[in-house]
């Protein structure tokens, strides 16, 4: 089977690199031309010429041809299980990137925001990945501002976003909701509170998400809104980190799904701002022109029947 694998080219004066070889084994095997042009599937003609062609290249003959057909001549013999091994090795490169070649059209490309991506889509791809085990997930997940320089750049055929960029350009389709708390440790002041007023905010130390952060713009957007203005005693891109540094003091607003453990386990509390509304939308976004691989257009599908067939998986 190998001999066929590493002889097969587009014509039979153009062999691919290791049909000499193969012609040649396959002689030696068959004992003669017409058998070997017979497992590689050629004329005579063009088996006969790969051997000749290698015995070129070697400088001197490789098979003595006679009534008993053809067998190696010691040059031949020499060569013969050096070339078995070499063909076997080429057949194991080919086999290698086949495989490569048929795991990357199974790969799927995604870029999800923070929250999404630490929190949301993990249930979601082990719930996809149960229906198209073949299909296998590739998460980036940065803030909402790069998801997008993802999907422009190409590097994701997928984005998940949560914050106030413009989404004109994609096809987007809103696949949750949450909202975004005060978040402060459970023995803060606030913790035993049912809400916190906007005017007490400033009192508190502000640790917040970088500038670039879906969360960050929507909480910057609604408190200007408000006529709230407060200057970030941290900044810090890691949603762990925040929660970590609120056990020194001061508050946070993340989203409340971002806390659930440590609100069952009693560390952190979330709380709403009495007034104001932090709702937001979670939106699933990709190009609305251009190649779609099968897996991407597969996940696709899957979250749109998701959000048809239940409330949104948030």
């Known amino acids: 089977m190998y001999l066929a694998r590493v002889a097969r080219s587009p014509s039979d004066a153009e062999p691919l690199p290791g049909g000499e070889l193969a012609a040649f084994v396959a002689a030696v095997e068959s004992a003669s031309v017409q058998g070997a042009a017979d497992a590689l599937a050629l004329t005579q003609s063009a088996a006969t010429k790969r051997i000749r062609h290698l015995e070129a290249r070697l400088g001197g003959e490789l098979l003595e041809r006679g009534r008993f057909g053809v067998r190696p001549t010691p040059l031949g013999r020499t060569l013969y299980p050096l070339a078995k ?13 086949e495989r490569s070649a048929q795991a990357a059209t199974r790969q799927l490309e995604l870029s999800a925001s923070l929250t999404i991506g630490e929190f949301l889509l993990p249930a979601w791809l082990a719930a996809f990945r149960s229906a198209r085990p073949d299909i296998h997930p590739q998460l980036e997940v940065v803030n909402s501002s790069a998801v997008i320089v993802a999907l422009r750049e190409r590097r994701a055929e997928i984005g998940f976003v949560e914050g106030l960029d413009p ?8 696949i949750g909701r949450d909202r975004l708390v005060v978040v402060v440790a459970s023995g803060h002041r606030w913790a035993r509170r049912r809400a916190v007023r906007p005017g007490e905010l400033a009192s508190e130390p502000y640790l917040t998400r970088e500038r670039r952060s879906g969360t960050r713009a929507i909480a910057d957007a ?9 200057q970030p005693a941290l900044e810090a891109a890691s949603l762990q980190s925040l929660k970590r540094a609120i056990h020194g003091g001061g508050f946070t607003l993340i989203s409340e799904l971002t806390i659930e453990a440590e609100q069952r ?36 599908r899957w979250l749109v029947r998701q959000r048809a067939a239940t409330t949104p998986p948030a």
């Open 265 to 300: 386990a009693g560390t952190l509390t979330g709380l709403p701002i009495a007034g104001l509304d932090l709702g937001r939308d979670l939106n699933a976004i990709r190009p609305r022109r251009g190649h779609r691989s099968e897996p991407a257009a597969a996940f696709w």
């Open 85 to 97: 091994r070499a063909l076997l090795a080429l057949s194991e490169v080919g086999l290698a990137a």
């Open 167 to 174: 989404l004109d350009e994609w096809e987007a389709i809103t």
């Open 222 to 230: 609604v408190l200007a809104n408000a006529g709230i203005q407060l």
